[in-house]
């Protein structure tokens, strides 16, 4: 019953994201084009909100439903890492046309090649963390 | 939504053999009650929510993608080219998939996020990491799509 709330969320999640076409490989594409105003309105929306959302959460020391105080931790400081995998990952983004959100939603929506998408991504961070050590950060 | 893909190496097993997937799974249990909840809402948009499944792109776009070889660009969901089951039968389009998600998987926990953890989240809490990440974000899919794409489909 304690995870009701996180089933809930997920299914809202993925009805927001597939309807509002933010998990249609086109919609990437277009984006990374900047051919059209879509998913900037999408992710500048949603980071708009959360900024609100979060500044009230600090500033009213708002507390989660089970009643324990919100604590978000911050990023850790660097740039390596972030320039670095940040590329990668968009490299991948815009191959794929979808991010790891969208695979989950993909198949359930019965798109079956994003499987592949998925177990693709499984394998890069299972490789991932075997080379790790070896990575600057 | 790209630590869930930790979640599973570490249930997998992945602990034996990198540090990285040793660590308490069971406390992420919650993030994949949330990604069973985003399958479910995938199936309930695609198939009650979603009558029209074609997607209004810029016209330029529908033309580039066109002359990229992607015949009926947004008349469809998603291009039938690379997600159709047809598809996978040209072992080309295996590889695009399948490297596609690698480097996705790889650079999220390399980058330490994901569009949700660093472009979403990360912003909203004004983080400057986050921004590092999705500036790299943008630098790997602009050189994908300008670069790369006219030697992969064209």
Same mark, same amino acid.
């Given at each position: 019953m304690k995870y009701l709330k996180f089933l809930l969320i997920g299914v809202f999640f993925g009805i927001v994201l597939y309807k509002s076409e933010a998990v249609s490989w086109y919609r990437i594409y277009e984006m990374f084009r900047f051919e059209s105003f879509h998913m900037y309105g999408i992710i500048g929306s949603a980071v708009g909100l959360g900024v609100l959302a979060i500044q009230l959460i600090k500033r009213n020391r708002l507390k989660s439903f089970d009643g324990e105080a919100i604590h978000i931790a911050p990023k850790e400081m660097g740039l390596t890492r972030y320039l670095l995998g940040g590329c990668l990952f968009g490299l991948g983004w815009a191959l794929a046309g979808a991010c790891p959100g969208p695979m989950y939603i993909l198949a359930g929506a019965g798109y079956w090649p994003i499987l592949i998408v998925l177990f693709g991504a499984i394998l890069g961070t299972f490789t991932y963390g075997i080379v790790k050590k070896h990575l600057p950060h | 939504m790209s630590s869930n893909l930790r979640t599973v190496c570490a249930i997998g097993g992945g602990g034996k053999v990198a +540090? $990285? $997937?040793?660590? +308490?799974?069971? @406390?992420?249990i919650w993030n994949l009650v949330v990604v069973a909840g985003a399958i479910i809402g995938g199936f309930i948009a695609h198939h009650y929510l979603t009558p029209d499944p074609s997607i209004a792109l810029n016209p330029v776009t529908v033309d580039r993608l066109q002359s990229l070889g992607?015949?009926?660009?947004? @008349?469809?969901?998603?291009p039938q080219e690379l997600f159709s089951l047809d598809g996978l039968s040209n072992p080309k389009n295996l590889a695009i998939l399948l490297i596609g998600g690698f480097l996705v998987g790889f650079g999220a926990r390399y980058a330490g996020g994901c569009t949700s953890g660093h472009a979403i989240s990360g912003l909203s809490n004004l983080q400057l990491p986050s921004l590092i990440a999705v500036i790299g974000f943008f630098i790997g899919g602009l050189t994908m799509i300008y670069f790369l794409y006219p030697l992969i489909f064209g």
């Open positions: - | +540090d $990285f $997937f040793r660590f +308490d799974w069971k @406390s992420q992607f015949e009926n660009a947004g @008349s469809s969901y998603l």
